[in-house]
T-cell receptor, first 114, second 113 residues
Framework: DAGVTQSPTHLIKTRGQQVTLRCSPK?????VSWYQQALGQGPQFIFQ???????QRGNFPDRFSGHQFPNYSSELNVNALLLGDSALYLC?????????????FGSGTRLTVV | AQSVTQPDIHITVSEGASLELRCNYS??????LFWYVQSPGQGLQLLLK??????LVQGIKGFEAEFKRSQSSFNLRKPSVHWSDAAEYFC???????????FGTGTRLQVFP
């Protein structure tokens, strides 16, 4: 049974560019949350998608946006990249009603902004 | 303000020694508490979680944690560390009102043979 799949695993972007990260949730999971983990820090909650809508949002600017598709997969988009956006981006999925205590995390996408 | 503090940035122990990683939280609602482990280049794996009931919880890989409400702590323990336990450990807090988790800054565990 595949867990949470994230792609790509690594990418390098130039300041000012836009990036899209992708996440396929674990089979049976319908909710996707995104976290940003800067080097030497703990993960920080960006937002959560459920039923194709953003349900909760952390303290991130509007440059960070997302989408959830009918098959529950999700994308994280970041516009106008800044050097400070360099981080490991983690996707976590959960099953109906489990919320934060049922999270399964992916291995992340390492984004480097130069 | 809601926060999680992990006072120890880096801990080094010998293989076979006991381990305790500290976690203190500040949270308005009744907390859900978690410990996750992250190996280099990997995502987060849940070690254990506490919602209610018995304040001593058992997790995977021989880890346990004790919730102490009076001290706002949720320390992780293991009686005998193995070299494969070397990793980054994160404490996190949440609640029934939100799916958002607040993480500490992590403790890096190094194990010497």
């Amino acid at each position: 049974d595949a867990g949470v799949t994230q792609s790509p695993t690594h990418l390098i972007k130039t300041r000012g560019q836009q990036v899209t990260l992708r996440c396929s949730p674990k089979s049976g999971h319908d909710t996707v949350s995104w976290y940003q983990q800067a080097l030497g820090q703990g993960p920080q909650f960006i937002f959560q998608y459920y039923e194709e809508e953003e349900r909760q949002r952390g303290n991130f600017p509007d440059r960070f946006s997302g989408h959830q598709f009918p098959n529950y997969s999700s994308e994280l988009n970041v516009n106008a990249l800044l050097l400070g956006d360099s981080a490991l981006y983690l996707c976590a999925s959960s099953s109906p009603g489990q919320g934060n205590y049922g999270y399964t995390f992916g291995s992340g996408t390492r984004l480097t902004v130069v | 303000a809601q926060s999680v503090t992990q006072p120890d940035i880096h801990i080094t122990v010998s293989e076979g020694a006991s381990l305790e990683l500290r976690c203190n939280y500040s949270y308005g609602a009744t907390p859900y508490l978690f410990w996750y482990v992250q190996s280099p280049g990997q995502g987060l794996q849940l070690l254990l979680k506490y919602f209610s009931g018995d304040t001593l919880v058992q997790g995977i890989k021989g880890f346990e944690a004790e919730f102490k409400r009076s001290q706002s702590s949720f320390n992780l323990r293991k009686p005998s560390v193995h070299w494969s336990d070397a990793a980054e450990y994160f404490c996190a807090v949440g609640s029934s009102n939100t799916d958002k988790l607040i993480f500490g800054t992590g403790t890096r565990l190094q194990v010497f043979p």
